[in-house]
């Protein structure tokens, strides 16, 4: 994998508390690797944080059914990047890869939906 190439970005972090439960949910690990995106300048993109989506890495709504007190983050590019975007959702720099799927945890983990 090539060198993180960290895109300057505008980054809003969302994050509401709507849930009943007193403890935050946890991420579902999506993937056991990041995806590389070509990124525009100016677009408005929304990073999964739940790890439910379908249209991974990014977010299609799933999170109000599967984690409602988990939000997606919302960024905007002020310069086209390609980047690495985190699969596994349990990175340090989100939206971004930080190696974190390596992990034995991430690795060993099942992923939604296989057996």
């Not at 895109?7 to 690990?29: D, K, N, W």
């Not at 690797?33 to 790890?51: E, N, S």
Request: overall charge positive.
């Amino acid at each position: 994998m090539p060198a993180l190439q960290r895109p300057a970005a505008v980054v809003t972090l969302v994050r509401s508390s709507s849930g009943t439960s007193s403890s935050p949910s946890q991420p579902a690990i999506a993937a056991k690797h990041p995806y590389q995106v070509d990124l525009k300048a100016g677009k408005r993109y929304a990073w999964c944080a739940c790890g439910h989506s379908k249209k991974q890495p990014f977010c299609d709504g799933s999170h109000k059914t599967a984690t409602p007190d988990l939000s997606p983050l919302r960024f905007q590019l002020e310069e086209a990047k390609s980047a690495w975007l985190c699969g596994c959702k349990h990175t340090k720099s989100p939206p971004y890869c930080d190696g974190t799927h390596k992990e034995e945890f991430i690795q060993k983990a099942e992923l939604p939906g296989q057996p």
